[in-house]
């Protein structure tokens, strides 16, 4: 899929280029209009492309930080959280999630502290272009609280959906871009559990 694409990018660029100083005095302006919108649909699609190769990537090689911005809590309730200190990270065998509320206080300086653990289950889907790469999992938090199950789901363009089911089966969402650690600005607090 990707060579054609590329391929078709090229002989596009080749005849446009091969002929543009003939072809755009000759174009009327809603031809050029027309032109120019293929060249941006056609950039798009390439961007796009290579954007969903580096995602999958990433979690192949369970390297990678969702920088949450939405909480979608347990009641369904709505918040808007800061991706610098709310993230869920992998890296390797070792996860990491951190949720920090500015009317909560907390055990550190950010109202929240970060849950260490373990991916002890993690599957990836990427088959079917057209869908979003869907990774499925569990994680076991050092401090004993349990398994966690989990489904990240993430689009071409790096927006993502994480949902965490409870014991007693009820979701919490978090929802912001997924990056590779190298690109993430978020801050790590302190452990609650020393292991």
């Known amino acids: 899929m990707k060579k054609i694409l590329m391929a078709l990018l090229a002989v596009f660029m080749l005849i446009s280029g091969a002929n543009a100083?003939?072809?755009?005095?000759d174009l009327t302006p809603k031809e050029y209009r027309k032109l120019k919108r293929?060249?941006?649909?056609?950039?798009?699609?390439q961007e796009l492309l290579e954007s969903r190769e580096k995602i999958i990537?990433?979690?192949h090689d369970t390297a990678f930080v969702l920088?949450?911005?939405?909480?979608?809590?347990?009641?369904?309730?709505?918040?808007s959280v800061s991706y610098l200190t709310n993230f869920f990270a992998a890296d390797g065998a070792d996860a990491v999630i951190q949720f920090s509320f500015d009317h909560i206080v907390g055990l550190n300086e950010l109202g929240g502290f970060p849950n260490h653990g373990t991916l002890i289950q993690y599957k990836v889907e990427?088959?079917?272009p057209k869908r979003p790469i869907i990774v499925l999992g569990r994680f076991r938090l050092t401090?004993?609280?349990?398994?966690?199950?989990f489904e990240l789901a993430i689009q071409d363009n790096g927006s993502a959906r994480l949902s965490l089911t409870n014991r007693r089966q009820r979701q919490i969402t978090?929802?912001?871009r997924l990056v590779s650690p190298d690109e993430t600005s978020v801050y790590k607090g302190?452990?609650?559990?020393?292991?």
């Open 174 to 176: 978090l929802s912001g």
């Open 126 to 128: 990427s088959d079917n």
């Open 190 to 195: 302190t452990r609650l559990f020393k292991e």
């Open 67 to 79: 920088e949450v911005n939405t909480f979608i809590g347990l009641r369904g309730q709505t918040e």
């Open 21 to 25: 100083q003939d072809t755009l005095h």
């Open 38 to 45: 293929q060249e941006r649909k056609l950039a798009r699609e």
């Open 57 to 59: 990537a990433m979690v």
């Open 143 to 149: 401090s004993g609280a349990g398994n966690i199950p």
